[in-house]
């Protein structure tokens, strides 16, 4: 049997554009990209914060170093700049796999600049 598990987050990042006329995807700065191990093309899911759109698309490598998170496309249509957004990937793993993984998850600020990193969510408390 295999579980999808999260594989990687960039939380709380800043929209900087939105493209209608672009082809599609989610332009992300290639810093970013690499910090939470999201490949160019993977699928992601992006959970909008301001609104509560949630939709799928997939990664393109914007700029390294610019901060740019664009949504393109139909896409464009879920996100406005400002808004932000929690960007997600998935993997299948094996049940051996899962003893031993562990997400990356990148914390952003409002200017898409790595807060920290880690690799667990804190347990929620009631």
Not at 17 to 28: D, F, K, N, Q, V
Request: proline residues 2%; neutral net charge; aromatic residues 6%.
């Amino acid at each position: 049997m295999e579980i999808t598990l999260l594989k990687a987050k960039l939380h709380k990042a800043t929209v900087t554009l939105t493209e209608l006329e672009y082809e599609g995807s989610c332009a992300i700065d290639a810093d970013l990209l690499s910090a939470a191990g999201i490949h160019e093309y993977e699928q992601i899911q992006i959970y909008n914060v301001n609104n509560g759109n949630r939709f799928t698309t997939y990664a393109i490598q914007a700029e390294a170093g610019s901060g740019v998170i664009s949504v393109n496309g139909a896409a464009a249509h879920k996100a406005n700049k400002g808004d932000r957004v929690i960007i997600c990937s998935y993997a299948r793993l094996s049940q051996q796999e899962v003893a031993h993984f562990k997400p990356t998850l990148v914390y952003l600020d409002a200017a898409n600049k790595i807060v920290r990193t880690s690799n667990q969510i804190p347990v929620q408390a009631a």
